[in-house]
């Protein structure tokens, strides 16, 4: 069963710096693009971030207001994908999900429903 | 880059169809074939419903339906049902970036 469990949220203030994990189960991270998506409170779902399998080149991109400051990795061997805020600010503040529509193995790919729980960043004095 | 642009909300009786729109531009929706669609529930995770415009994961009811023309893409919700209730977001590849619609609240009457 696939499975994505996001960790590392909590309450941090403006200008400080957080680590956020997303560990996979079910497939493997380097098989799939996997994004990470924010929701603030009450507001709709906004795309913060991707890295690209890495048959695709493995590279990152990043939303206009996180560039430069956010950061997305993987580690293979924990299955793990990261996303790395500095300079957190009040309007980061938000619920942060990873995420994949599909991971694809010996040239099949396979749809993933289900996004994980989430993870709570909450940025203030 | 501006969110998708969808109606804030769309509603039907049980047993009905509701259509949600979803438009972009020629660098986003209408360049690539990556749309999917998303359903919340209030205080929930989201769910993949469509995938590829059109594509539909195992699991999820044959009442919902992707299709794309031009710069719209759609969602098409057919025998609507009281668990449909609920917030819906499209979502597009843009080349070097990705973006969300800006969100349907879906009420089933």
């Known amino acids: 069963e696939v499975q994505l469990v996001e960790s590392g949220g909590g309450l941090v203030e403006p200008g400080g710096s957080l680590r956020l994990s997303c560990a996979a189960s079910g497939f493997t991270v380097n098989n799939a693009w996997m994004h990470w998506v924010r929701q603030a409170p009450g507001k709709g779902l906004e795309w913060v971030g991707r890295?690209?399998?890495?048959?695709?080149?493995?590279?990152?991109d990043y939303a206009a207001p996180v560039k430069d400051r956010f950061t997305i990795s993987r580690d293979d061997s924990r299955n793990t994908v990261f996303l790395q805020m500095t300079s957190l600010e009040t309007d980061d503040t938000a619920v942060y999900y990873c995420?994949?529509?599909?991971?694809?193995?010996?040239?099949?790919?396979?749809?993933?429903?289900?996004w994980g729980q989430g993870t709570l960043v909450t940025v203030s004095s | 880059q501006s969110a998708l642009t969808q109606p804030p909300s769309a509603s039907g009786s049980p047993g009905q169809s509701v259509t949600i729109s979803c438009t972009g531009t020629?660098?986003?929706?209408?360049?690539?074939?990556?749309v999917s669609w998303y359903r919340q529930h209030p205080g929930k995770a989201p769910r993949l419903m469509i995938y590829?415009?059109?594509k539909r994961p195992s699991g999820v009811p044959d009442r919902f339906s992707g299709s794309k023309s031009g710069n719209t893409a759609s969602l098409t919700v057919s025998g609507l049902q009281a668990e449909d209730e609920a917030d819906y977001y499209c979502f597009s590849y843009a080349g070097s970036s990705h973006i969300f619609g800006t969100g349907t609240k879906v009420t089933v009457l």
């Open positions: 890295i690209k399998r890495e048959s695709n080149g493995g590279t990152t």
């Open positions: 995420t994949t529509d599909e991971w694809c193995a010996n040239g099949v790919c396979h749809p993933v429903v289900s």
């Open positions: 020629s660098s986003d929706v209408g360049a690539y074939i990556y």
């Open positions: 590829e415009v059109n």
